[in-house]
Protein backbone atom coordinates (compact mmCIF):
# COMPACT_ATOMS: atom_id res chain seq x y z
CA UNK A 1 0.00 0.00 0.00
CA UNK A 2 2.19 2.86 -1.21
CA UNK A 3 -0.18 5.58 -2.71
CA UNK A 4 0.44 8.88 -3.86
CA UNK A 5 -1.19 10.77 -1.48
CA UNK A 6 -2.08 14.16 -2.80
CA UNK A 7 0.03 17.27 -0.49
CA UNK A 8 -1.99 18.52 1.91
CA UNK A 9 -2.03 21.91 3.56
CA UNK A 10 -1.43 22.34 7.29
CA UNK A 11 -3.43 24.95 8.58
CA UNK A 12 -2.34 25.14 11.78
CA UNK A 13 -0.11 22.71 13.31
CA UNK A 14 0.45 22.45 16.86
CA UNK A 15 0.49 20.41 20.13
CA UNK A 16 -2.95 21.72 22.21
CA UNK A 17 -1.38 20.08 24.87
CA UNK A 18 1.11 22.81 25.70
CA UNK A 19 -0.02 26.21 23.80
CA UNK A 20 3.29 26.40 22.27
CA UNK A 21 2.07 26.13 18.34
CA UNK A 22 4.14 25.79 15.60
CA UNK A 23 3.50 27.10 12.36
CA UNK A 24 4.20 24.99 9.32
CA UNK A 25 4.62 28.43 6.58
CA UNK A 26 1.39 27.96 4.67
CA UNK A 27 0.76 30.15 1.70
CA UNK A 28 -1.94 31.99 3.43
CA UNK A 29 -2.85 32.85 6.66
CA UNK A 30 -5.06 30.32 8.41
CA UNK A 31 -8.20 29.64 10.15
CA UNK A 32 -7.45 29.63 13.83
CA UNK A 33 -9.02 27.16 16.30
CA UNK A 34 -10.41 28.81 18.91
CA UNK A 35 -8.30 28.76 21.74
CA UNK A 36 -5.03 28.93 19.29
CA UNK A 37 -2.80 32.08 18.90
CA UNK A 38 -0.14 31.61 15.87
CA UNK A 39 3.25 32.49 16.79
CA UNK A 40 6.36 32.87 15.07
CA UNK A 41 8.81 30.24 16.01
CA UNK A 42 11.76 31.23 18.01
CA UNK A 43 14.98 31.96 16.58
CA UNK A 44 17.32 29.72 15.94
CA UNK A 45 14.22 27.20 15.75
CA UNK A 46 14.43 24.75 12.23
CA UNK A 47 12.00 25.50 9.80
CA UNK A 48 8.69 23.35 9.72
CA UNK A 49 8.95 21.29 6.79
CA UNK A 50 6.86 22.97 4.59
CA UNK A 51 4.21 20.30 2.48
CA UNK A 52 6.14 20.40 -1.09
CA UNK A 53 6.67 17.93 -3.99
CA UNK A 54 9.94 16.23 -3.74
CA UNK A 55 11.64 13.80 -6.44
CA UNK A 56 9.86 10.18 -6.64
CA UNK A 57 12.50 7.68 -5.51
CA UNK A 58 12.21 4.47 -8.02
CA UNK A 59 11.59 2.04 -5.68
CA UNK A 60 8.44 3.26 -4.80
CA UNK A 61 6.86 5.31 -8.25
CA UNK A 62 4.08 8.10 -7.28
CA UNK A 63 5.17 8.64 -3.78
CA UNK A 64 6.62 11.67 -3.16
CA UNK A 65 10.38 11.27 -1.34
CA UNK A 66 9.95 12.17 2.28
CA UNK A 67 12.45 13.45 5.07
CA UNK A 68 14.80 10.70 4.21
CA UNK A 69 14.83 6.97 3.21
CA UNK A 70 12.16 7.37 0.78
CA UNK A 71 9.53 8.19 3.35
CA UNK A 72 6.20 10.82 2.12
CA UNK A 73 6.19 13.94 4.56
CA UNK A 74 3.48 13.35 7.83
CA UNK A 75 1.30 15.57 6.34
CA UNK A 76 1.31 12.91 3.02
CA UNK A 77 0.85 9.90 5.21
CA UNK A 78 -2.45 11.58 7.49
CA UNK A 79 -3.54 13.37 4.29
CA UNK A 80 -3.97 9.02 2.68
CA UNK A 81 -4.95 8.38 6.16
CA UNK A 82 -8.32 10.67 5.50
CA UNK A 83 -8.85 10.01 1.96
CA UNK A 84 -8.90 6.85 2.82
CA UNK A 85 -10.99 6.96 5.65
CA UNK A 86 -8.66 5.29 8.11
CA UNK A 87 -9.20 6.55 11.91
CA UNK A 88 -5.41 6.31 13.23
CA UNK A 89 -1.50 6.71 11.94
CA UNK A 90 0.78 4.55 13.41
CA UNK A 91 4.40 5.60 13.28
CA UNK A 92 7.68 4.78 15.18
CA UNK A 93 11.43 3.93 14.48
CA UNK A 94 12.08 0.61 13.52
CA UNK A 95 8.72 0.35 12.07
CA UNK A 96 6.91 0.68 8.62
CA UNK A 97 4.04 3.30 8.98
CA UNK A 98 0.46 1.72 9.66
CA UNK A 99 -3.02 2.58 9.37
CA UNK A 100 -5.99 1.41 11.51
CA UNK A 101 -8.64 0.30 8.64
CA UNK A 102 -12.13 0.07 10.13
CA UNK A 103 -11.18 -1.78 13.39
CA UNK A 104 -7.81 -3.50 11.75
CA UNK A 105 -3.98 -2.81 11.26
CA UNK A 106 -2.71 -2.73 7.79
CA UNK A 107 0.64 -2.25 6.89
CA UNK A 108 2.13 0.06 3.98
CA UNK A 109 4.64 -0.67 1.76
CA UNK A 110 6.72 2.50 2.71
CA UNK A 111 9.96 2.26 4.33
CA UNK A 112 10.94 1.41 7.53
CA UNK A 113 11.19 4.50 9.95
CA UNK A 114 14.62 5.34 10.92
CA UNK A 115 14.96 8.42 13.88
CA UNK A 116 15.75 10.66 11.69
CA UNK A 117 12.97 10.45 9.58
CA UNK A 118 10.91 10.11 13.09
CA UNK A 119 12.50 13.64 14.04
CA UNK A 120 11.60 15.15 10.71
CA UNK A 121 8.28 14.07 11.42
CA UNK A 122 8.10 15.26 15.18
CA UNK A 123 8.95 19.36 13.42
CA UNK A 124 6.57 18.85 10.93
CA UNK A 125 4.01 18.99 13.94
CA UNK A 126 6.27 20.33 17.44
CA UNK A 127 7.80 23.05 18.80
CA UNK A 128 11.63 22.19 20.11
CA UNK A 129 10.57 22.91 23.07
CA UNK A 130 7.68 20.33 22.94
CA UNK A 131 10.25 17.37 21.40
CA UNK A 132 12.40 19.16 24.34
CA UNK A 133 9.35 17.98 26.97
CA UNK A 134 8.67 14.74 25.08
CA UNK A 135 12.02 13.85 25.38
CA UNK A 136 12.38 14.42 29.13
CA UNK A 137 8.81 12.43 30.01
CA UNK A 138 8.80 9.60 26.95
CA UNK A 139 5.17 10.95 26.88
CA UNK A 140 3.34 13.60 24.83
CA UNK A 141 -0.54 14.88 24.38
CA UNK A 142 -1.60 17.15 22.29
CA UNK A 143 -3.21 17.93 19.01
CA UNK A 144 -3.02 19.85 15.69
CA UNK A 145 -4.42 20.46 12.64
CA UNK A 146 -5.37 20.69 8.82
CA UNK A 147 -7.22 22.03 6.14
CA UNK A 148 -9.27 18.44 6.17
CA UNK A 149 -8.64 17.00 9.54
CA UNK A 150 -8.02 17.66 13.13
CA UNK A 151 -5.53 15.14 14.59
CA UNK A 152 -4.94 13.77 18.06
CA UNK A 153 -1.17 13.34 18.88
CA UNK A 154 0.26 10.28 21.14
CA UNK A 155 4.02 10.25 21.36
CA UNK A 156 6.01 7.56 23.48
CA UNK A 157 9.13 5.66 24.21
CA UNK A 158 9.43 2.39 23.50
CA UNK A 159 12.03 -0.76 22.81
CA UNK A 160 12.92 0.03 19.37
CA UNK A 161 12.87 3.90 19.60
CA UNK A 162 9.68 6.81 19.79
CA UNK A 163 6.66 6.09 18.38
CA UNK A 164 3.41 8.13 17.84
CA UNK A 165 -0.29 7.19 17.10
CA UNK A 166 -2.47 10.23 15.18
CA UNK A 167 -6.22 9.78 15.46
CA UNK A 168 -7.85 11.76 12.87
CA UNK A 169 -11.18 14.02 13.86
CA UNK A 170 -13.34 15.29 10.85
CA UNK A 171 -13.92 19.20 10.88
CA UNK A 172 -17.63 18.19 9.74
CA UNK A 173 -19.32 16.49 12.99
CA UNK A 174 -21.90 14.24 11.66
CA UNK A 175 -25.42 14.54 13.16
CA UNK A 176 -26.91 11.96 15.10
CA UNK A 177 -28.68 11.12 12.05
CA UNK A 178 -25.42 10.46 9.71
CA UNK A 179 -24.46 7.87 13.02
CA UNK A 180 -27.55 6.27 12.71
CA UNK A 181 -28.00 6.33 16.66
CA UNK A 182 -31.49 5.47 18.17
CA UNK A 183 -33.74 7.97 18.61
CA UNK A 184 -33.38 8.30 22.20
CA UNK A 185 -30.06 10.14 22.19
CA UNK A 186 -32.29 13.08 20.91
CA UNK A 187 -34.78 12.77 23.53
CA UNK A 188 -31.67 12.32 26.40
CA UNK A 189 -29.96 15.89 24.98
CA UNK A 190 -33.72 17.84 26.08
CA UNK A 191 -33.43 17.06 29.80
CA UNK A 192 -32.42 19.99 31.58
CA UNK A 193 -30.43 18.56 34.26
CA UNK A 194 -28.56 15.36 35.48
CA UNK A 195 -25.77 13.19 34.49
CA UNK A 196 -25.56 11.13 31.04
CA UNK A 197 -22.67 9.06 30.44
CA UNK A 198 -21.26 7.65 27.63
CA UNK A 199 -18.84 4.58 27.98
CA UNK A 200 -16.66 1.98 25.89
CA UNK A 201 -13.33 0.89 25.32
CA UNK A 202 -10.81 3.60 23.57
CA UNK A 203 -11.41 3.91 20.03
CA UNK A 204 -15.07 2.82 20.16
CA UNK A 205 -16.98 6.31 19.00
CA UNK A 206 -17.52 7.90 22.68
CA UNK A 207 -16.38 11.21 21.57
CA UNK A 208 -17.83 11.21 17.95
CA UNK A 209 -21.47 10.27 19.57
CA UNK A 210 -20.93 13.18 21.96
CA UNK A 211 -19.94 15.33 19.66
CA UNK A 212 -23.50 14.51 17.34
CA UNK A 213 -25.65 14.77 20.50
CA UNK A 214 -23.29 18.28 21.51
CA UNK A 215 -24.25 19.66 18.05
CA UNK A 216 -28.05 18.70 18.07
CA UNK A 217 -28.20 20.91 21.12
CA UNK A 218 -26.03 23.72 18.84
CA UNK A 219 -28.56 23.75 16.39
CA UNK A 220 -31.99 23.81 18.27
CA UNK A 221 -31.24 25.15 21.80
CA UNK A 222 -29.90 28.49 22.95
CA UNK A 223 -28.07 27.00 26.06
CA UNK A 224 -24.88 27.58 27.28
CA UNK A 225 -22.35 24.77 26.70
CA UNK A 226 -18.52 24.49 28.60
CA UNK A 227 -16.58 21.60 27.26
CA UNK A 228 -13.65 20.62 29.84
CA UNK A 229 -11.21 18.40 27.74
CA UNK A 230 -7.91 16.66 27.00
CA UNK A 231 -6.28 17.77 24.39
CA UNK A 232 -10.09 19.29 22.53
CA UNK A 233 -10.95 17.02 19.82
CA UNK A 234 -14.26 18.06 17.84
CA UNK A 235 -14.44 21.68 17.59
CA UNK A 236 -18.15 22.86 17.57
CA UNK A 237 -18.53 26.85 16.41
CA UNK A 238 -21.60 28.38 18.36
CA UNK A 239 -25.08 28.50 16.45
CA UNK A 240 -28.05 28.66 18.71
CA UNK A 241 -26.22 27.92 21.88
CA UNK A 242 -23.11 29.75 22.86
CA UNK A 243 -20.01 27.03 23.32
CA UNK A 244 -16.54 27.66 25.26
CA UNK A 245 -14.10 24.84 24.90
CA UNK A 246 -11.41 24.28 27.53
CA UNK A 247 -8.45 22.30 27.26
CA UNK A 248 -6.77 20.75 30.42
CA UNK A 249 -2.79 21.59 30.65
CA UNK A 250 -3.46 24.65 27.98
CA UNK A 251 -6.56 27.04 29.58
CA UNK A 252 -6.88 24.98 33.03
CA UNK A 253 -4.74 22.75 34.90
CA UNK A 254 -6.82 20.08 35.77
CA UNK A 255 -10.42 18.32 34.94
CA UNK A 256 -11.68 19.14 38.63
CA UNK A 257 -10.76 22.31 38.84
CA UNK A 258 -12.14 23.97 35.58
CA UNK A 259 -15.18 21.80 36.39
CA UNK A 260 -15.44 23.84 39.66
CA UNK A 261 -14.51 26.91 37.81
CA UNK A 262 -17.58 26.52 35.57
CA UNK A 263 -20.24 26.32 38.16
CA UNK A 264 -19.90 29.97 38.20
CA UNK A 265 -19.62 30.15 34.54
CA UNK A 266 -23.29 30.33 34.13
CA UNK A 267 -23.47 26.66 31.88
CA UNK A 268 -26.51 25.13 30.85
CA UNK A 269 -24.39 21.80 29.95
CA UNK A 270 -20.79 20.82 30.91
CA UNK A 271 -19.31 18.04 29.24
CA UNK A 272 -16.23 16.36 30.98
CA UNK A 273 -13.71 14.89 28.46
CA UNK A 274 -13.11 11.72 30.88
CA UNK A 275 -14.34 11.38 34.62
CA UNK A 276 -11.00 9.65 35.86
CA UNK A 277 -10.81 9.84 39.44
CA UNK A 278 -13.16 10.44 42.53
CA UNK A 279 -13.11 14.06 42.78
CA UNK A 280 -14.18 14.50 39.02
CA UNK A 281 -17.24 12.51 39.53
CA UNK A 282 -17.95 14.25 42.90
CA UNK A 283 -18.21 17.23 41.16
CA UNK A 284 -19.98 15.95 37.99
CA UNK A 285 -22.56 14.75 40.74
CA UNK A 286 -22.38 18.29 42.41
CA UNK A 287 -23.09 20.15 39.01
CA UNK A 288 -25.65 17.63 38.06
CA UNK A 289 -27.84 17.83 41.22
CA UNK A 290 -27.57 21.77 41.05
CA UNK A 291 -29.69 22.08 37.97
CA UNK A 292 -26.99 21.56 34.97
CA UNK A 293 -26.76 18.88 32.39
CA UNK A 294 -23.51 17.27 32.72
CA UNK A 295 -21.86 15.01 30.07
CA UNK A 296 -19.09 12.77 30.29
CA UNK A 297 -17.09 9.69 29.23
CA UNK A 298 -16.19 6.59 31.32
CA UNK A 299 -13.87 3.67 30.06
CA UNK A 300 -16.52 0.54 30.93
CA UNK A 301 -18.13 -1.97 28.71
CA UNK A 302 -21.77 -2.11 29.61
CA UNK A 303 -24.17 0.78 31.50
CA UNK A 304 -23.99 -1.97 34.81
CA UNK A 305 -20.60 -1.99 34.98
CA UNK A 306 -19.99 1.87 34.82
CA UNK A 307 -22.69 2.17 37.52
CA UNK A 308 -20.40 -0.24 39.89
CA UNK A 309 -17.05 1.41 38.91
CA UNK A 310 -18.46 5.31 39.84
CA UNK A 311 -19.48 3.14 43.41
CA UNK A 312 -15.94 1.57 43.94
CA UNK A 313 -14.20 5.13 43.39
CA UNK A 314 -15.44 5.11 47.50
CA UNK A 315 -15.05 3.63 50.20
CA UNK A 316 -17.73 1.09 51.78
CA UNK A 317 -19.23 3.26 54.01
CA UNK A 318 -19.65 5.98 51.02
CA UNK A 319 -21.22 3.75 49.16
CA UNK A 320 -24.60 4.12 50.56
CA UNK A 321 -25.17 7.63 50.35
CA UNK A 322 -23.18 7.44 47.00
CA UNK A 323 -25.74 4.83 45.58
CA UNK A 324 -28.57 7.56 46.69
CA UNK A 325 -26.84 10.65 44.40
CA UNK A 326 -25.91 8.66 41.61
CA UNK A 327 -29.81 7.54 41.21
CA UNK A 328 -31.18 11.06 41.54
CA UNK A 329 -28.33 12.58 39.37
CA UNK A 330 -28.48 10.07 36.91
CA UNK A 331 -30.08 10.63 33.62
CA UNK A 332 -29.01 7.66 31.24
CA UNK A 333 -25.78 5.61 30.76
CA UNK A 334 -24.91 4.70 27.37
CA UNK A 335 -21.96 1.65 26.82
CA UNK A 336 -20.95 1.89 22.84
CA UNK A 337 -18.69 -0.04 20.82
CA UNK A 338 -17.87 -0.45 17.22
CA UNK A 339 -17.78 -3.06 14.37
CA UNK A 340 -17.40 -4.04 10.81
CA UNK A 341 -20.19 -4.11 8.90
CA UNK A 342 -20.66 -6.18 5.53
CA UNK A 343 -20.37 -2.64 3.23
CA UNK A 344 -16.71 -2.60 4.84
CA UNK A 345 -17.53 0.53 7.31
CA UNK A 346 -17.95 0.19 10.91
CA UNK A 347 -21.54 0.86 12.78
CA UNK A 348 -21.86 1.29 16.74
CA UNK A 349 -23.82 -1.04 18.85
CA UNK A 350 -25.14 -0.13 22.52
CA UNK A 351 -26.16 -1.05 26.26
CA UNK A 352 -29.02 1.71 27.04
CA UNK A 353 -29.84 1.90 30.24
CA UNK A 354 -32.41 5.14 31.10
CA UNK A 355 -32.93 6.08 34.62
CA UNK A 356 -36.60 4.99 34.63
CA UNK A 357 -37.95 5.22 38.56
CA UNK A 358 -37.62 1.16 38.88
CA UNK A 359 -33.99 1.14 38.05
CA UNK A 360 -33.69 4.35 40.62
CA UNK A 361 -34.90 2.09 42.98
CA UNK A 362 -32.33 -0.73 42.22
CA UNK A 363 -29.71 1.54 42.41
CA UNK A 364 -30.52 3.11 46.02
CA UNK A 365 -30.92 -0.29 47.18
CA UNK A 366 -27.48 -1.34 45.98
CA UNK A 367 -28.96 -4.22 43.80
CA UNK A 368 -27.17 -3.26 40.56
CA UNK A 369 -27.27 -6.94 39.45
CA UNK A 370 -30.93 -6.51 38.78
CA UNK A 371 -30.84 -3.66 36.08
CA UNK A 372 -29.35 -5.97 33.74
CA UNK A 373 -32.60 -7.97 33.73
CA UNK A 374 -34.93 -5.07 33.56
CA UNK A 375 -33.09 -3.39 30.51
CA UNK A 376 -33.90 -5.83 27.51
CA UNK A 377 -37.64 -5.56 28.93
CA UNK A 378 -38.19 -1.98 28.60
CA UNK A 379 -37.14 -0.96 24.87
CA UNK A 380 -40.31 1.61 25.06
CA UNK A 381 -38.03 3.76 27.07
CA UNK A 382 -35.24 3.46 24.91
CA UNK A 383 -33.60 0.89 26.68
CA UNK A 384 -31.52 -2.48 24.91
CA UNK A 385 -28.59 -4.67 25.68
CA UNK A 386 -26.36 -5.05 23.59
CA UNK A 387 -27.03 -7.75 22.25
CA UNK A 388 -30.13 -6.39 20.70
CA UNK A 389 -28.41 -3.88 19.35
CA UNK A 390 -26.39 -6.27 17.08
CA UNK A 391 -29.04 -8.73 16.11
CA UNK A 392 -30.97 -5.42 14.84
CA UNK A 393 -27.96 -4.56 12.88
CA UNK A 394 -27.70 -8.36 11.93
CA UNK A 395 -31.35 -8.28 10.91
CA UNK A 396 -30.73 -5.15 8.70
CA UNK A 397 -28.09 -7.32 6.58
CA UNK A 398 -25.30 -4.99 8.07
CA UNK A 399 -23.18 -7.17 9.92
CA UNK A 400 -22.73 -10.64 9.49
CA UNK A 401 -23.35 -13.73 11.60
CA UNK A 402 -19.98 -14.27 12.11
CA UNK A 403 -19.24 -10.07 13.43
CA UNK A 404 -22.47 -10.53 16.06
CA UNK A 405 -20.99 -13.20 17.82
CA UNK A 406 -17.56 -12.05 17.91
CA UNK A 407 -19.03 -8.43 19.11
CA UNK A 408 -21.02 -9.94 21.26
CA UNK A 409 -20.75 -9.79 25.55
CA UNK A 410 -22.76 -13.12 26.05
CA UNK A 411 -22.19 -15.00 23.14
CA UNK A 412 -24.25 -17.75 23.97
CA UNK A 413 -27.34 -15.86 24.49
CA UNK A 414 -26.76 -14.23 21.20
CA UNK A 415 -26.29 -17.63 19.10
CA UNK A 416 -29.25 -18.79 21.00
CA UNK A 417 -31.25 -15.62 19.05
CA UNK A 418 -29.44 -16.45 15.95
CA UNK A 419 -30.98 -20.08 16.06
CA UNK A 420 -34.11 -18.91 17.03
CA UNK A 421 -34.43 -16.66 13.63
CA UNK A 422 -33.34 -19.48 11.87
Request: glycine share 6%; proline share 9%; with cysteine.
Amino acid sequence: MSPAASIPTMVSAQSVGSGIPTVAAPPAAPPQVPGHTTITPPSGAPPAHPAVHRPTPPSIPGVPRGPSNGSPTLAEIIKHAYDKGYSDVHVGVGEVPRYRNRGQIDPTDWPVTDRETFYSWLHEILSDEEIRRFEENLDFDGATQYDFARVRINIFDSLRGPSMVLRLIPLKIPTIEQLNLPPVFKDICHYHKGLILITGPTGSGKSTTLAAMIDYINNEMPKHIITIEDPIEFVHTSKKALIKHREVGMHTRKFDNALKAALREDPDIILVGEMRDKETVNTALKAAQTGHLVMGTLHTNSAVKTIERILQLYEPEQQAPMRVSLAESLVAVVAQGLCRTTDGKRAAFHDIMINTDAIKDYIRRGEIEEIEQIIPRCTFDGMCTMNQSLYKLYEAGRITEETALEMSPKPNEMAQALRGRV
